[in-house]
């Protein structure tokens, strides 16, 4: 993939993703279908998925954006589900793809079955995160979805090296696998835990926010490499991927003790990347179909071939879900007491949300030439991916609307933040009256009656949702006002009465002041 190729490919997907936000549209799903059509346009240039690009570029800083935004408390309370999701499914569905493929494909050995199965076996969690959200699901439903997206490409690749080694003749014996599974396993979090202590101890030591930035986005490759490649003249290899998420989660856990500016420009700045990003990999998949078509003989064996491995990747992931979910809860009774009994439709929808993603196609691309099969594990994974996708992306909005299944998590949230912000307001005003010496009384009086906005305000955002609060009228206001102030000033700068950089003054205090206001 050339220069000018590959920005027409960003350019394009990032069209095409303004358009689906736009209309209301599943982005992802939306660049995926795009892409399949553009695919057959004669002319339209080879877009080869590279899986070290994928691997290196694109994965590591998605799973860091991801890591940062996510809660280490939840994902820690939330610890069992997600491991039997994230490494149990995993390792469940690479043996039934593998059983399966090895029925429909006999002359397929069974080492390469199983790799079919480990590049299948993880779901990308991006489109159901993104639906979910839209839809109000439920938080540990959101939670499940992000931890088993946030683990499990690290527990597939891992199972994809192994069957890979016994699929081209290098097989280790099931005891070395598991250990070397575990070994890989242990030393990625291990990289992660240190590389995110090493970097909250220099970002607490820079001097500037920028600064801080410019570091966080070497983390995520750089954890990475370390992890994969750091080690490699000692014959040591770890998880990547473990490393890049556990120091997003370290990082991000700290980063409210950090400073407003880095925290202000990191949002930003991974925001942006990851409409990229996504942008990107999303159009990729769906670029691809022309060129795996024509790398196989399509027959109906091979049709209904890969159509069983979709059928057994979906289903797998059902059949696991409600014995991995219910079984525990009824066998143990310290569960029974410390957790509700799981929610039918949250077991359904998350059984539902096993859509693939570029990881798939990048391992598929990552298997050696010369091992048996090839050609028809990347046409396979490329159906899985893309199937499940359009399949299980277009119905999961109906599925979640059917159920009924929304949360009522920002009504709890609203509650709670009211309550916290009266304490916050009143340890706010206390500090306040003991740092006050020759202040002026107006002065005073001012910032206690800001104080008393903002602890009232959280408790008016739990009033009546039909009419405008008192708290959203001021912010409605305040945005007018703003806006004047932003016209006469640029106003002034245009007729010559002040410098730009005045005016970008100016805007920088203002911008925060807007931004301070918004709760989006």
């Not at 490409?153 to 598991?178: C, E, N, R, W």
């Not at 240190?194 to 909250?200: A, F, K, P, S």
Request: glycine content about 8%; overall charge negative.
């Amino acid at each position: 993939m050339h220069g000018p190729e590959l920005l027409l490919l960003l350019l394009g997907a990032l069209i095409v993703t303004a358009i689906a936000r736009r209309l209301n549209w599943s982005a992802p799903l939306v660049l995926v279908a795009v892409g399949l059509v553009v695919s057959f346009i004669p002319g339209v240039p080879e877009f080869e998925l590279d899986p070290h690009l994928i691997l290196l570029v694109v994965l590591p800083p998605l799973l860091y954006s991801a890591a940062l935004d996510s809660s280490y408390l939840n994902i820690r309370a939330n610890l069992r589900p997600i491991g039997l999701l994230a490494v149990g499914l995993v390792l469940f569905t690479t043996l039934v793809v593998g059983v399966v493929a090895k029925l429909v494909f006999p002359d397929m050995p069974f080492a390469a079955a199983l790799v079919l199965g480990a590049v299948v076996a993880p779901p990308d969690a991006v489109a159901a995160v993104a639906i979910g959200r839209k839809l109000g699901l439920q938080r540990r439903a959101m939670t499940l979805l992000v931890g088993e997206s946030l683990i499990n490409d690290a527990t597939a690749l891992t199972a994809f090296k192994v069957a890979v080694a016994a699929a081209v003749g290098t097989a280790m014996h099931p005891v070395a696998s598991i250990w070397m599974f575990l070994y890989i396993t242990a030393g990625g979090i291990a990289v992660g835990l240190v590389v995110g202590v090493v970097v909250r101890y220099l970002r607490k030591r820079l001097c500037e926010g920028v600064l801080e930035s410019a570091l966080g986005l070497l983390v995520p490759f750089g954890a990475y490499l370390l992890a994969e490649e750091g080690l490699h003249a000692f014959d040591i290899q770890f998880s990547g991927v473990l490393a890049v998420v556990v120091a997003g989660l370290y990082v991000g856990h700290h980063s409210p003790r950090g400073r407003y500016s880095t925290r202000l420009q990191d949002a930003a700045l991974w925001k942006a990347l990851d409409v990229l990003l996504e942008a990107f990999v999303f159009a990729l998949i769906g670029l691809q179909v022309s060129t795996i078509i024509a790398d196989v003989d399509l027959d109906t064996g091979l049709l209904l071939g890969a159509g069983a491995v979709l059928l057994a990747a979906i289903l797998a992931r059902f059949v696991w879900m409600y014995p991995a979910t219910y079984v525990p809860w009824y066998l143990s009774k310290r569960l029974r007491g410390k957790e509700r009994e799981p929610h039918l439709g949250q077991v359904t929808v998350i059984a539902w949300t096993g859509m693939r993603g570029v990881v798939t196609l990048a391992a598929a691309a990552a298997i050696p030439p010369e091992m048996p099969g090839r050609s028809i594990i990347l046409f396979c994974a490329f159906v899985v991916t893309v199937a499940t996708l359009l399949l299980q992306g277009m119905t999961l909005p109906w599925l979640i609307n059917k159920i009924g299944f929304a949360g009522d998590d920002a009504r709890q949230d609203a509650l709670a933040e009211a309550q916290v912000q009266h304490r916050a307001a009143q340890a706010a005003v206390t500090r306040l009256d003991e740092e006050v010496d020759d202040v002026p009384d107006h002065v005073r009086d001012q910032l206690h009656a800001l104080a008393e906005h903002r602890g009232n305000a959280a408790w008016e955002r739990l009033g009546r949702q039909d009419e405008e609060n008192p708290a959203a009228a001021y912010r409605r206001l305040r945005r007018v006002m703003l806006t004047a102030e932003r016209d006469e000033f640029v106003k002034a700068r245009d007729a010559g009465e002040i410098d730009d950089e005045v005016l970008f003054r100016v805007m920088r205090e203002l911008d925060l002041e807007e931004a301070a206001l918004s709760r989006e």
